[in-house]
């Protein structure tokens, strides 16, 4: 890909990515990102051949307004919709800035390997280009089929692959880790052979999440006390909004889930999607107050999203967590130390 053609791509894909961060709809996000695969793909040629016939809008995955975007890119200037989307940029959230500033890391990120919408190198080169010292890819585990969730075999592939672009996009880390299951039982959905393998193991559940309290209760307790575990996810899995609609918090028996957490060194999760702002005001005071670790993570399944992580340290900044209980303002020697207890 010539020079020219990268600095297309890369508009389009900052156009995306803007988008995202704003809660754009999903299709016209896919739209600048679909245009930038298909140029990404093309030889030089084809590159300048539809450049001096303006024949951008025949090639698929391009419309008229992805073509006009790659005409001006390729012509030298910046795309005038670009322009736009940068000057109309604004702060996501009111507060949370200090303790963005203290962030080293996500702890909890999709790629396309489960049900992300984009692949594992893009959202890594995000999060490092967002100012990430390290990021953890977390795909599901096998039994969330509707994710797509990886096979014992298909994450020992993506270990592979992580490791060779952890190579290539260092000292960036690329950390490699899971978001598994807790079945019902409170036994995690991957062996523990291969949990020990990873760097970060993300703790969620995902099913019957309108179980009574105690049987929620042992469940929960029972994925925390597992040694592989390093952050308990979305703790109690409700959606305040958002394409999915609304779902109401799971009920379990708070102060003895984060007794839990905080005897076997789990952080809780505070979930910066907008759409759950998990754990809700009271729980998350609640864990504060009994002297948990926390670890804000974005969920993100789109590059935009990385962006979303202000939101939840505008939440912890306003409940007065220290950054230093925040597990991913660590170094990532000493984050890793805490992962492999």
């Not at 080169?125 to 096998?142: K, Q, W």
């Not at 978001?179 to 052979?193: F, K, P, R, T, W």
């Amino acid at each position: 890909m010539s020079g020219e053609a990268a600095v297309a791509v890369a508009a389009l894909r900052e156009i995306g990515f803007l988008l995202e961060r704003s809660r754009s709809d999903t299709f016209r996000v896919k739209a600048y990102r679909g245009a930038a695969d298909a140029l990404e793909a093309m030889a030089p040629e084809q590159v300048a051949e539809h450049q001096a016939e303006r024949s951008w809008g025949k090639v698929t995955g391009v419309g008229p307004k992805t073509a006009t975007v790659i005409s001006q890119a390729l012509a030298g200037e910046v795309p005038a919709y670009l322009q736009g989307l940068r000057e109309g940029k604004e702060p996501l959230v009111e507060g949370g800035t200090r303790m963005r500033a203290a962030m080293r890391g996500d702890l909890h990120v999709h790629s396309t390997w489960s049900d992300g919408g984009s692949p594992l190198e893009e959202m890594m080169t995000t999060a490092r280009d967002l100012g990430h010292e390290y990021c953890a890819i977390t795909d599901h585990s096998p039994r969330l089929k509707v994710a797509r969730g990886l096979s014992a075999e298909r994450l020992r592939e993506q270990i592979g692959v992580t490791r060779a672009l952890g190579e290539r996009l260092a000292p960036f880390r690329v950390l490699q880790g899971i978001e598994v299951d807790i079945l019902e039982d409170g036994g995690l959905d991957q062996s523990d052979a291969l949990l020990a393998e990873l760097d970060v193991v993300v703790a969620s559940v995902h099913s019957k999440l309108r179980s009574d309290s105690e049987t929620m209760t042992h469940r929960m307790v029972g994925g925390i006390a597992n040694p592989r575990t390093n952050v308990l996810g979305h703790c109690t899995g409700r959606l305040v909004e958002g394409e999915r609609g609304t779902r109401p918090p799971s009920t379990f028996d708070a102060e003895v889930v984060f007794e839990a957490c905080r005897t076997f060194g789990v952080a809780v999760e505070i979930n910066s999607r907008p759409e759950r702002r998990d754990p809700p005001t009271a729980l998350l005071q609640l864990a504060v107050d009994m002297g948990c670790l926390f670890s804000i993570d974005t969920d993100a399944h789109a590059p935009g999203q990385l962006d979303f992580q202000i939101y939840g340290c505008a939440r912890a900044e306003a409940m007065g967590i220290d950054p230093d209980r925040v597990i991913n303002t660590w170094p990532v020697d000493r984050l890793l130390e805490f992962c492999a207890r």
